[in-house]
Nanobody, 116 residues
């Protein structure tokens, strides 16, 4: 069974940094585009960043461009999101996700709270 397990969330002050990780199992990780999403209560889940299979192609939500960096290590089956210059509005549950030919897979999410 495919599993995506996020880690690295927590409480950080505005201007601080966090690095999220997403460990994938039971999936040929290198074959799939991987994404980070986030969600706050009462709002729809929004795409934060996505990365192509080899790691060279990336795209970002306008709200995080220049502050967040998505990357992947296909040898370790792991997706990353480096978040710098964090703002209170970045507070959300962050999810990693991928879409295969038959199913969309999501992790359980990791909470990021940006507050002083």
């Amino acid at each position: 069974q495919v599993q995506l397990v996020e880690s690295g969330g927590g409480l950080v002050q505005p201007g601080g940094s966090l690095r999220l990780s997403c460990a994938a199992s039971e999936i040929t990780f290198s074959r799939y585009v991987m994404s980070w999403y986030r969600q706050t209560p009462g709002k729809e889940r929004e795409l934060v960043a996505a990365i192509g299979t080899a790691g060279y192609s990336t795209n970002y939500a306008d709200s995080v461009k220049g502050r967040f960096t998505i990357s992947r290590d296909n040898a370790k089956n792991t997706l990353y999101l480096q978040m710098n210059s964090l703002k209170p509005e970045d507070t959300a549950v962050y999810y990693c996700a991928t879409r295969t030919a038959t199913y969309d897979y999501w992790g359980q999410g990791t909470q990021v709270t940006v507050s002083s």
